[in-house]
T-cell receptor, first 108, second 112 residues
């Protein structure tokens, strides 16, 4: 069974801090990994995707992939209250397998 | 910015009735998907569709489910005889190969 595991949280960080979200996956065949943000009652919104080992930066967001450890992470710098949401990690080649999501709370 | 459009936003149906959920994917995307999310649970893959045929389906996607691309723009999910456990948010998604999906805003299906 292919799984993507995330800590459900909540992860609470103060405004301006770095939020670190982590994810592990079981399928070594997965080629692509995605981070989605989901506000309550809304659809997932793509933040970043990463294919290669290492880091990928986009604005305040950095995705990290370590295929040997089957580990994906998302760092959010200068966290804002508007970043408060559930962050979904997903991996796969065609279809995506989603984790349960980590709820992030950024408090002022 | 291009978006995936889903209708209706909310559908209430009686158990045993047929429902059709509609989606208009992004126009230059070639891969189409349906996912569902039961309240409080993870997003689950249902089916992927490419080149006018199903490319993969999950165990959830049994004979009660079907998909169709009737006119080259719409992409529909039909549930023939709804059950209480079909109550969920249903998300349509599309992608151009090599990028992440874009999800539609979802249809909340409530089976009573």
């Amino acid at each position: 069974q292919k799984e993507v595991e995330q800590n459900s949280g909540p992860l609470s960080v103060p405004e301006g801090a770095i939020a670190s979200l982590n994810c592990t996956y079981s399928d070594r065949g997965s080629q692509s990994f995605f981070w989605y943000r989901q506000y309550s009652g809304k659809s997932p919104e793509l933040i970043m995707f990463i294919y290669s080992n290492g880091d990928k930066e986009d604005g305040r967001f950095t995705a990290q992939l370590n295929k040997a450890s089957q580990y994906v992470s998302l760092l959010i710098r200068d966290s804002q209250p508007s970043d408060s949401a559930t962050y979904l990690c997903a991996g796969g080649t065609d279809k995506l397998i989603f984790g349960t999501g980590t709820r992030l709370q950024v408090f002022p | 910015e291009p978006e995936v459009t889903q209708t209706p936003s909310h559908q209430v149906t009686q158990m045993g009735q047929e429902v059709i959920l509609r989606c208009v994917p992004i126009s230059n995307h070639l891969y189409f998907y349906w996912y569902r999310q039961i309240l409080g649970q993870k997003v689950e893959f249902l089916v992927s569709f490419y080149n006018n045929e199903i490319s993969e389906k999950s165990e959830i996607f049994d004979d009660q489910f079907s998909v169709e691309r009737p006119d080259g723009s719409n992409f529909t999910l039909k549930i023939r005889s709804t059950k209480l456990e079909d109550s969920a948010m249903y998300f349509c998604a599309s992608s151009a190969q090599g990028s992440g999906y874009t999800f539609g805003s979802g249809t909340r299906l409530t089976v009573v």
